[in-house]
């Protein structure tokens, strides 16, 4: 952990934020486009964290402490981890129909739907940054973990395979429609060196 | 890629267990597989160049085409699940021979094929079956269902369990101290019985004597007025102070024969509230229930509270009047119990419906609206550790029921509370299985 923390010295933050943030830029427009309405993408944070230190850490968002469905989707490839989205139940109604879902919104759509929601989120933060690290991932399909539950509750330590692990967190709000979701990227441990690698030949080249 | 591998890979194509389909930039259909023309019965000569949604209009409107854009737009992977679309297309269920499902389960899968310049120029949509998974899972949920359902239903039948066996353990011991009243009343019914014959010939022999006495004294102004006998006979007569014992000796009477009928009364109220022969639905008056057990409980009450009687006229009712009575006791003794310092119990009485209704209402400390609705479940108790059980008024509820009455509560904090019984007059019974229960 200490060594990790220390390989993931400023160059290599500065240009992992840069590269994230290019990655988000483009994810934005992707997704106003997809959406057809302005689209706000947080600009993401990154945790290096201890997998004990984990709550505490989330804890700093209040929204965590509320009840939300849990979803998650594995990737794999050069980085590997999870992408969890945390939905706090709202705007179900009117994101179906930007979903192009006509009809009653039952509750298979509902589901199908926060399942695109999570699988679109994980491939828009990630794509654009293995793009440009030049790295090809694969993802498996999404599954909803858990309704109506707290982080605190979810996140159990005991239960977490990994020691420590790279969070990066991302909040997309459609403003004009009350929905919120929240994103956290979990990287494992085994993806920093890859990672610290390819920002090395990144800072190379400049 | 060399021809040779180009063929084997058109061949994996053709030959992989899943079907795959390649749809261009406008939903056009460039790949239809072996896979999909089996299952669907369409050739790919008969489909390439067709759009998806025209050929399978079923897909419109369902979220599908926003998945196929985020796959362009995104580069994404878009996914449907079985457990929330059951299929993209409806194939026939491949288990045709043994199975549930009527159309084969599908997990699909919307891939982007991205060019060198890094656009994506078409969608690879791979299909699974995933019926067995679904047959699988789907016997899973329903054998947990029913689980659950066996599981609430033992919880339910556990509980009706505890709660006669609650009924059974108080009515038992109810009875024991029926049996026990009642043994009592006639152990001291036999003393008092001769108590009360001796003493009533003892009035007799008293009486007699005073008029002995009286006819003496008339006799007395005829004796020699120096004489000594006289002068002994003064002295005696101041020694016991003769006119006080008289007067006093038919006030210790009379109080002793008013003591008598007290104990009668009260073991006669003991046997009354017993009732160890009487476990028959037989007519009864409640007002002789009600007063029976106020002598009953006197001690509990006397020090809290006056008691007002507001007795209508009602006709006798056929009840277990033992039970009914344990009623009336219960609620007294609560109200008793609710009044802090001192207040008053009003017992009223009417008829109504075909029935006779009681109310017993207290100025006690009253019961919180967030309490009211539990008082009738049984074990609760807001008494102290060791004061109640919380049978009383469970017990209570399910006496009213097997009378196939009504009791019901209204209470305000600070303020008091009243219990409300009706009781039908004749009551009716769908077997006769349940005219046994006591």
Known sequence: ?206 | MDEKVSHLVNMAVSQINAGMVILDADHNIVLWNRFMQIHSGISEDDIKGKNLFDRFPDLKGSGIEKKIDSVFLLKNLAFTSWEYRPYLFKFANTHSVIGDEEWMQQDCTFSPMIDESGTVTHICLSVFDATNTATYQKKLLRASGSLMKQRNTLAEINKKLEEAQNQLLQSEKMAAVGQLAAGVAHEINNPVGYVNSNVSALEGYINELLQMLAAYEVCEPALDQNNALTEALEQAKKSIDLDYLKEDLIDLLKESKEGLDRVKKIVQDLKDFSHVDESEWQHADLHKGLDSTLNVVNNEIKYKAEVIKNYGEIPEIKCLSSQINQVFMNLLVNAAHAIEERGTITISTGTKDNGVWVEIEDTGSGISQEKLPRIFEPFYTTKPVGSGTGLGLSLSYNIIQKHKGIISVESEPNKGTRFYIWLPIDIEFDDNSNANVA
């Open chain 1, 1 to 206: 952990m200490i060594q990790t923390k220390e390989q993931f010295d400023e160059d290599r933050r500065d240009a992992l934020q840069e590269v994230v943030n290019i990655a988000m830029g483009q994810a934005g427009d992707s997704l106003a486009k997809l959406f057809g309405t302005f689209v706000e993408l947080s600009i993401p944070k990154f945790h290096l964290c201890d997998v004990n230190e984990l709550n505490q850490e989330l804890s700093k968002n209040s929204t965590y402490a509320e009840k939300m469905t849990i979803l998650r989707q594995p990737f794999s490839g050069q980085l590997r981890g999870e992408g969890i989205a945390l939905f706090n139940n709202s705007g179900v109604n009117e994101l179906a129909v930007l979903m192009g879902y006509e009809g009653e919104v039952t509750y298979s759509n509902e589901r199908e739907m926060l399942l695109d929601v999570c699988s679109i989120l994980v491939g828009a933060c990630l794509n654009g940054v293995a793009s440009q690290l030049g790295i090809s991932l694969s993802y498996t399909a999404p599954t909803i973990i858990t309704k109506d539950t707290t982080t605190e509750k979810f996140f159990k330590p005991e239960s977490i395979q990994w020691r420590y692990a790279m969070i990066m967190e991302v909040c997309l709000t459609l403003e004009q429609y009350d929905f919120t979701s929240n994103m956290l990227l979990f990287l494992s441990e085994e993806s920093f060196p890859p990672l610290m690698n390819k920002l090395d030949q990144m800072l190379d080249e400049l």
